[in-house]
Antibody, heavy 113, light 107 residues
Framework: EVQLVESGGDLVHPGGSLTLSCSAS????????MHWARQAPGKGLEFVSD????????LYADSVKDRFIISRDNSKNTVYLQMSSLKPEDTAVYYC??????WGQGTLVTVSS | EIVMTQSPATLSVSPGERATLSCRAS??????LAWYQQKPGQSPRLLIR???TRATGIPARFSASGSATEFTLTISSLQSEDFAVYYC?????????FGQGTKVEFK
């Protein structure tokens, strides 16, 4: 059974930084691209970042480009999202998504003073 | 960025009735289109990939069709557990984008 467990969500001040982690199990991690998506409270869904199987190719939504960095450690079956220069509009539940459509349960990031 | 537009925003349906949801893309996504179901407090659940292929474990009452810019999700006979928000999502071009969702509510 595929399991994706996000962690690291917290309350952070505007301009602050945070790193999210996603621990994956139940599938061959190295054969799937991985993604981060988010959902602001009461709003729709947005993919924010993508990373290829070997980590060499990364993609970002314009809304987070130059502020967020996605990475993965294939020896630990873990994908990360380093977030910096956080803004109130980054407040959302952040989901880890496996290529092919499996989603984790999400972790809440709140950016507020 | 490809804009996905779903209609209607809300669909009021009685259990046992048929529900038809629409999704339009601002440019062709070929068949790189997924449908998700999301219930309150839960993460999205993949229903359909490649425009018409049911994901593992999805009941046959869910069917979908379409290509290029016009797509449809049909729930043939609504069950109580089907009341939720449904999103279409294209994965043809990055950034992958979602529609704004269709809420299927109890009539």
């Amino acid at each position: 059974e595929v399991q994706l467990v996000e962690s690291g969500g917290d309350l952070v001040h505007p301009g602050g930084s945070l790193t999210l982690s996603c621990s994956a199990s139940g599938f061959t991690f190295t054969t799937y691209s991985m993604h981060w998506a988010r959902q602001a409270p009461g709003k729709g869904l947005e993919f924010v970042s993508d990373i290829s199987q070997n980590g060499e190719t990364t993609l970002y939504a314009d809304s987070v480009k130059d502020r967020f960095i996605i990475s993965r450690d294939n020896s630990k079956n873990t994908v990360y999202l380093q977030m910096s220069s956080l803004k109130p509009e980054d407040t959302a539940v952040y989901y880890c998504v496996k290529g092919g459509g499996d989603w984790g349960q999400g972790t809440l990031v709140t950016v507020s003073s | 960025e490809i804009v996905m537009t779903q209609s209607p925003a809300t669909l009021s349906v009685s259990p046992g009735e048929r529900a038809t949801l629409s999704c339009r893309a601002s440019q062709s996504v070929i068949t790189s289109l997924a449908w998700y179901q999301q219930k309150p407090g839960q993460s999205p659940r993949l229903l359909i990939r490649h425009a018409s292929t049911r994901a593992t474990g999805i009941p046959a009452r869910f069917s979908a069709s379409g290509s290029a810019t016009e797509f449809t999700l049909t729930i043939s006979s609504l069950q109580s557990e089907d009341f939720a928000v449904y999103y279409c999502q294209q994965y043809s071009n990055w950034p992958w984008t979602f529609g704004q969702g269709t809420k299927v509510e109890f009539k």
